[in-house]
């Protein structure tokens, strides 16, 4: 389908109305020095990569056109509107922040695109604010006039009848005024400390006596719901049924004669500051890193402002007063309407209205899981020595596979052991508990706890010390580097002696996020893989720096450099006149010597395919350089999370599943690890899959040389393509019913 068809829309960041170097204690191995992409002429492309930050922010512009999309339903489009807004408050947080931070520095470089330090700064900032602009005009115009349709009211005090107010004075009494704090700001109370993504109130009062003015701050406690559901917690879960919600900050507002007794309130205004929340953890000391990272979680709350979001209507005197006590630039105050932070969304789009919400999925257990003509549980163990199971969530559930492997491992009296990494999981983890009952019934348990996960670090610190209390051996790993790679290894005493059953996967072992990110996992008993598995946990946990593997590739030694490698036989095959394709699906590419490599594919002929959900450095289509590249998205109802990289091989073709994408991060200062699939029936089962992603029938956004991203949803007749996430879900339900025959 052509961009310019009817059907197709670019990614913009206009308004809504123009809608549709590591302290590694490991060696390294070198990177195959073959020098950056050229063109026939021999002349290297300076501008061959497209800018990182403004690609993400591209990534987060797709989101947006799936909240501005009338064809899907309306609270999923509340919903990505609030995925929008938690996407954008942790660009800033992070990406901005760090960047002027290294501008401050001195340490900031130019992009691989080409852009100064201050040139992307400005780019970036200019650009997040147009999108944060367009993102408040998708409410105001498209989705609230929607939600009103249906019954569901964002209201203001003054809308309400005298019954609902005097409700909400008592609910205010009860559950609101006991927990708020207002901070005075004179010569005996200097400016409050304004936490960062709180939302608050400037509030002026008067002295009725002197008539002098006073300042004064109230944070909205975000420990309440963002949105109060004026008409009971059951509101709206009918259709036809009204349901009312007003902003916490109105109900403080018309209350805030209580707060301030005696004094008269003259005004108030909503504000919100966005921090540097970016960590710096010193890891010389590895007997001290995690008194470090508690250390360094507090210096985040202090971390400098670097956004300051304020209400059209705010008096010019309040402003300068916020912009010079907070120490903001001009340019780092962005005006947009009320109400601020629409996260809080989440509230109504959580509301339980079926015919408003995606059909309700159930995942199903693996064909190879499932035993035939009963409900009881399959023996994983059993399952797994029969063959390879490869599962694909949240199409395959997760708590009857590597949910039910590790229960399964915690209770078995032949389990001699149990290694795991953990990266993030959840505040009631199943994946815990099982570990914590390992131990205590007395096997070796070693879990790898990286609390260097960015904002789940004190949850991780917390899991921790449980585990520790428990029995559980608990390290961290690796000096100077995270480990990411998502691992589990399980060693049992059978009649022939010890075997290791390991899981390796895209995702983490999260139970609840698992329901909605689209992620792989292997569960085998080979031995090549248990050997490669127990080299790495040895790795992690001790000192084992020249360990070398059979079907793994691990970062930071090998990921990028085994990549490459094959990158290069696929080159080579193309010239012999043999089959040659790469197929690579990623959150995010943005590696310039696997981008400069895909280049030389392309030169050389070789068919590349780049599925990546985030962003994307890579420049398709540009004629000498990239001609034969394309690049896709999908985005839609799970977070494709997967990672995957296919080649072709001369007929006989290799794919590899994994934790990495191709950042420098995961590739330099992370432990990644892909691992090669071993079934030919799953390599030609995802092969074909990643086919079915890359289809022109699929809906998809397509990546153009110029780095614009089309939206491809429809045919040119504006028949809808194929959502490739109902395609499996449909797909898995056919088979499981062809099963039971």
């Known amino acids: 389908m052509d961009s310019d068809t009817a059907a197709s829309t670019r990614t913009s960041f206009g308004s809504a109305e123009a809608m549709p170097a590591p302290r590694a204690t490991q060696d390294r191995i070198d990177i195959p020095d073959f020098g950056p992409a050229l063109l026939p002429s021999g002349e290297v492309t300076p501008d061959r990569f497209l800018d990182r930050e403004i690609s993400w922010l591209h990534f987060n512009a797709r989101v947006l056109e799936l909240a501005e999309d009338p064809d899907l339903y309306l609270l999923e489009r509340v919903n990505f509107l609030s995925i929008f807004a938690s996407n954008l408050d942790e660009f800033f947080m992070v990406r901005v922040a760090g960047l002027k931070r290294r501008i401050a520095t001195g340490l900031a470089v130019p992009s691989a695109a080409g852009l100064s330090p201050v040139e992307q700064l400005e780019e970036i900032t200019e650009a997040g604010y147009r999108l944060q602009q367009r993102h408040a005009e998708v409410f105001a115009r498209q989705i609230r006039p929607a939600l009103d349709d249906e019954n569901i009211h964002l209201i203001s005090w003054k809308e309400l009848d005298d019954a609902s107010k005097a409700q ?40 009725p006596v002197s008539g002098k003015e006073f300042f004064a701050r109230v944070k909205v406690p975000d420990q309440l719901p963002r949105l109060v559901s004026v008409d009971g917690p059951r509101a709206g879960t009918v259709a036809g049924r009204t349901a009312r919600f007003i902003p916490l900050e109105e109900v403080i507002a018309e209350h805030l ?48 402002p670097v956004r300051l979001e304020v209400t059209p209507d705010i008096n010019p005197s309040i402003r300068q007063l916020l912009v010079r006590e907070l120490g903001v630039e001009e340019d780092e105050v962005y005006t947009l309407p009320a109400p601020l932070d629409l996260r809080g969304l989440s509230v109504i789009s959580r509301i339980d209205r079926a015919d408003l919400h995606y059909p ?41 596979s590597v949910q039910a ?95 290791r059953y390991c899981h390796i996967g895209t995702g983490n072992y999260h139970p609840r996020t698992a329901r909605y990110y689209e992620d792989l996992g292997l569960l085998t008993a080979n031995d090549k893989v248990g050997e490669d598995l127990t080299k790495l946990f040895n790795q992690l946990s001790g000192y084992a720096p020249k360990s070398t593997f059979k079907r793994l590739l691990v970062a930071p030694r090998s990921v990028r450099s085994g990549l490459i490698d094959r990158i290069e036989r696929e080159i080579a095959n193309q010239k012999a006149g043999l089959d040659a394709r790469v197929i690579i699906k990623v959150n995010s590419m943005v590696d310039e010597a696997i981008i400069d490599s895909l280049y030389r594919a392309s030169q050389a002929g070789v068919r590349v395919d780049v599925i990546v959900r985030g962003i994307c450095s890579v420049r398709p289509g540009v004629p000498g350089l990239s001609e034969n590249i ?26 590899y599943i994994g934790s990495a994408d191709m950042m420098h991060r995961n590739l330099d200062r992370r432990v990644e690890a892909l691992v090669q699939l071993g079934s030919k029936d799953d390599i030609t089962d995802l092969i074909e899959l990643m086919d079915r992603y890359l289809d022109a029938g699929t809906a998809s956004w397509h990546l153009d040389a110029d780095g614009i991203w089309t939206r491809h949803h429809k045919d040119g007749e504006g028949t809808p393509l194929q959502d490739v996430q109902s395609w499996l879900l449909a797909s898995r339900s056919r088979q499981r019913a062809l099963a039971r025959r």
Not at 182 to 196: C, E, K, M, N
Not at 463 to 488: D, F, M, N, P
Request: net charge negative.
């Open 360 to 400: 309700k999925q159930v995942p199903h257990t693996s064909l190879h899981l499932k035993e035939s003509e009963t409900s009881k549980p399959a023996d994983v163990f059993a399952a797994m020595r029969r063959r390879d199971i490869l599962l694909h969530h949240p199409y395959d559930s997760f708590s009857t």
């Open 405 to 499: 492997f590790l229960e399964q491992a915690a209770a078995d009296p032949r389990v001699q052991a149990i290694k795991q990494t953990l990266y993030r999981t959840s505040g009631d983890s199943p994946i815990v508990d099982a570990l914590i009952d390992a131990a205590e019934s007395g096997k070796q348990v070693l879990a790898l706890v990286e609390i260097k996960a960015r904002f789940d670090e004190q949850a991780n610190i917390s899991w921790a010390r449980k585990l520790e209390q428990a029995g559980v051996h608990v390290v961290y790993g690796i000096v100077g580097l995270k480990t990411h790679c998502k691992l589990s290894l399980v060693v049992r005493q059978e009649v022939d002696g010890l075997r």
């Open 630 to 655: 394309t690049v896709r998205s999908v985005l839609g109802r799970f977070l494709e999370h997967s990672r995957v990289f296919a080649f072709a091989n001369a007929g006989d073709p290799v794919v």
């Open 168 to 207: 909400l004075h008592r609910q205010f009494a009860a559950k609101v005024f006991p927990i708020l704090t207002p901070l005075a700001v004179d010569p005996a109370h200097p400016f409050p400390y304004i936490s960062g993504l709180s939302l608050n109130l400037a509030v002026v009062v008067r002295n």
């Open 257 to 304: 004669d209580q707060l301030f007794p005696g004094m008269d309130v003259v005004e108030h205004y909503t504000f919100r500051v966005t921090r540097n929340e970016d960590l710096e953890v010193e890891e010389d000391d590895a007997e001290n890193l995690l008194q470090a990272l508690e250390k360094e979680l507090l210096r985040r709350r202090f971390g400098p």
